[in-house]
Structures are given as structure tokens and as C-alpha cells.
Nanobody, 115 residues
Framework: QVRLVESGGGLVQAGGSLRLSCAASEIIDNFNAMGWYRRAPGKQRELVATITRASSTNYVDSVKGRFTISRDNAKRMVYLQMNSLKPEDTGTYFC?????????WGQGTQVTVSS
């Protein structure tokens, strides 16, 4: 059973930064891709950023230039560096991993950006 554990959320003022971390229970090279979703109050889940096994990255337009996803295979970690945060970035951020049609999710970490 794959376990993903997020950390690093919190309360920050607009313009501030946070770094989210996702710790995986197994070698992350096993996954085709990992990434981060977020769910804001009253909104649908949104894919924020992904990183493939080959370290190719993709971002939703609203975070391009502000967020950076990265991975450390040796530590089994995936990170999301979030800069220039805006109130609309508020939400619960979930780490996910997928491979060959299977998906796993973490429990989420709350990010709140005050104006």
C-alpha cells in the first residue's frame, strides 16, 4: 500500500512563500508521474502541477512563474515551492502519484493565504 504524506502548509500573507513536501513510502521512480492537486472551498479539485519520471513538469496557468515542482528520488520526496502567493491559492493541497492507471493520494495539507 503506497502512502503519501504531505507537510508544509500553513497561514501566510499574500506575497509570501511556502514549500510543500510529499513523502512517499516507496521509491518514487516506480510512478509515471507525481504532482499536486488543490481544492478550494466551493470549487472543484484543480491539478496544480505535475512532474514525470523523466522530470518533465507541467503547471496550471494560474501558477506558472510562481510555483515550482521538484523531486528528490533518493529521499522519496516531491516538493512544491510556492512563491508570490495570492488569496486565491488558498485551499487543501493533495499530493498524488500515478502509474499504469493506479492512483494514490495523501491526506492533504491546508494552505491559507490572507490578503
Amino acid at each position: 500500500q503506497v502512502r503519501l504524506v504531505e507537510s508544509g502548509g500553513g497561514l501566510v500573507q499574500a506575497g509570501g512563500s511556502l514549500r510543500l513536501s510529499c513523502a512517499a513510502s516507496e521509491i518514487i521512480d516506480n510512478f509515471n508521474a507525481m504532482g499536486w492537486y488543490r481544492r478550494a472551498p466551493g470549487k472543484q479539485r484543480e491539478l496544480v502541477a505535475t512532474i514525470t519520471r523523466a522530470s518533465s513538469t507541467n503547471y496550471v496557468d494560474s501558477v506558472k512563474g510562481r510555483f515550482t515542482i521538484s523531486r528528490d528520488n533518493a529521499k522519496r520526496m516531491v516538493y512544491l515551492q510556492m512563491n508570490s502567493l495570492k488569496p486565491e491559492d488558498t485551499g487543501t493541497y493533495f499530493c498524488y502519484a500515478e502509474t499504469y492507471g493506479y492512483e494514490w493520494w495523501g491526506q492533504g495539507t491546508q494552505v491559507t493565504v490572507s490578503s
